[in-house]
């Protein structure tokens, strides 16, 4: 079946540490989003990428890096410099029709299962 | 810049009763999501609404759409246990394909 898998499920940095989300997917979606969600709150998008080998910044990018070098991964690396990152991290793709703006059609995204990282 | 809105943020209804979520956004979109997210779990695709007057129906939920208003509702009707959850709308941006989510509404039926 295809979908989109992230791990690891549960994550714990410790301050000054580098970690980094993995997410693939076998849907052969051209966009890939990354979103963080915390306590109580709606999702924020961090970085995505409509294509391979290009990302945008989303919301609130700092303190993160993306990198797009196969259609089916985008991977978070969660920096240093992320003071606060405890969070819930959703990773999603959708399908670009031809628009060539990665706009998600009529099926929107779908999610991957996220990963809890929390700052120890 | 895009917003969206949703209210309430927190809903305790009794099962049987029937309730709606509202969805408000500020700048023109022509698409709208309606997911659900379980405690400790992602988001399921419930809705999309891509035309105005849309509606669709799924069980005890029933999701519209008014452009002009630029407003969605979600509508459940005799609410059960287990529709207790968290709800997000959704609306997309032109550029880039991004979706705004608000801030989502956690729903609590209680026997």
């Known amino acids: 079946d295809g979908g989109i898998t992230q791990s690891p499920k549960y994550l714990f940095r410790k301050e000054g540490q580098n970690v980094t989300l993995s997410c693939e997917q076998n849907?052969?979606?051209?966009?890939m989003y990354w979103y963080r969600q915390d306590p109580g709150q709606g999702l924020r998008l961090i970085y995505y990428?409509?294509?391979?080998?290009?990302?945008q910044k989303g919301d609130i990018a700092e303190g993160y890096s993306v990198s797009r070098e196969k259609k089916e991964s985008f991977p978070l690396t969660v920096t240093s410099a992320q003071k606060n990152p405890t969070a819930f991290y959703l990773c999603?793709?959708?399908?670009?029709?031809?628009?060539?703006?990665?706009?998600?059609?009529?099926?929107?995204?779908?999610f991957g299962s996220g990963t809890r990282l929390t700052v120890v | 810049e895009l917003k969206v809105e949703q209210n309430p943020l927190f809903l305790s209804m009794q099962e049987g009763k029937n309730y709606t979520i509202y969805c408000n956004y500020s700048?023109?979109?022509?698409?709208l999501y309606w997911y659900r997210q379980d405690p400790g779990k992602s988001l399921e695709s419930l809705f999309v609404l891509l035309s105005n007057g849309a509606v669709k129906q799924e069980g005890r939920l029933m999701a519209s759409l008014d452009t002009k208003a630029r407003l969605s509702t979600l509508h459940i009707t005799a609410a059960v246990h287990d529709l207790s959850a968290t709800y997000f709308c959704a609306v997309a941006r032109w550029e880039g394909g991004k979706l705004i989510f608000g801030q989502g509404t956690e729903l609590s039926v209680k026997p």
């Open positions: 999603a793709s959708s399908i670009d029709q031809g628009t060539g703006q990665g706009r998600p059609t009529n099926y929107g995204y779908t």
């Open positions: 990428s409509q294509i391979v080998n290009d990302f």
């Open positions: 700048t023109t979109s022509d698409r």
């Open positions: 849907l052969n979606h051209d966009a």
